[in-house]
């Protein structure tokens, strides 16, 4: 298993930008596709972003082109750069882990997007 933790939420005016880390601690992490949700208040988890262990991307419609996920395998850490940020974009942003049938999720950091 591993452990996640996400960090570099905060309050954003629109169009701002916000870098999301999370730092993985765990066996074999590079073997993961590592991947952020996010959830807001009354609405269901979606997914934002995924990357594969070897570095293909997928984003939905709603963040093309404005988020883009990475990873820095050396540092055990997955990111997410926002930008261009919308009031749609406030939710609270999960990274997670996958290989095969297991998965870990971090406990979630806060992202207001807020004039």
């Known amino acids: 298993q591993l452990q996640l933790v996400e960090s570099g939420g905060g309050l954003v005016q629109p169009g701002g930008s916000l870098k999301l880390s999370c730092a993985v601690s765990?066996?074999?992490?590079?073997?993961?596709?590592m991947a952020w949700h996010r959830q807001a208040p009354g609405k269901t988890r979606e997914l934002v972003a995924s990357i594969s262990s070897v570095g293909s991307t997928n984003y939905p419609d709603s963040v093309r082109g404005r988020f883009t996920i990475s990873r820095d395998n050396a540092k055990n850490t997955v990111y997410l750069q926002m930008n261009s940020l919308k009031p749609e974009d406030t939710a609270v942003y999960y990274c997670k882990a996958s290989f095969l049938a297991s998965g870990s999720w971090g406990q979630g950091t806060q992202v207001t997007v807020s004039s």
């Open positions: 765990g066996i074999a992490y590079s073997v993961y596709s």
